[in-house]
């Protein structure tokens, strides 16, 4: 996907502060961070959104959770707690499409749909 934001990160063409990574995935701090800790981890190949992941490509969910646990627990909240939250299309507020997971800690969530 070469007009895609997170793929130009992916290959290092925009930069980004990143966190951690693994053979499939990369993690980079959010540039507009919303809590202390805000971290997007990504797969490194691209899809669209949750709905684009196919079962047998189900195990990106894996490594996906696996490193925003590594960046948790790097970030110092694994044991305080932190938030997951993938965005998913219009109404659930994705702006960019390209699949990642928010990993939000260092304060109190709240659960505050809207
Ligand atoms: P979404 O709203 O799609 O779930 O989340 C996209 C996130 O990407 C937003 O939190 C936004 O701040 C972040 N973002 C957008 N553009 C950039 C960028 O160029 N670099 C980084 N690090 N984050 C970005
Ligand atoms: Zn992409």
Redesign the pocket.
Known sequence: MSDC??CK?VAGE?P??VVAESDTALA???????APV?V?VIPKRHFDSVNDVTESDRGVFDDLTALAREVATAEGVRDSGYRL???VGEE??????HL?V?VLGGRQMHWAPG
């Open positions: 934001l997170f990160i925009i980004a502060r980079f701090y959010d540039i507009t961070p919303q805000h997007l939250v993938y965005n659930g507020g994705q702006t960019v499409a990642h928010h």
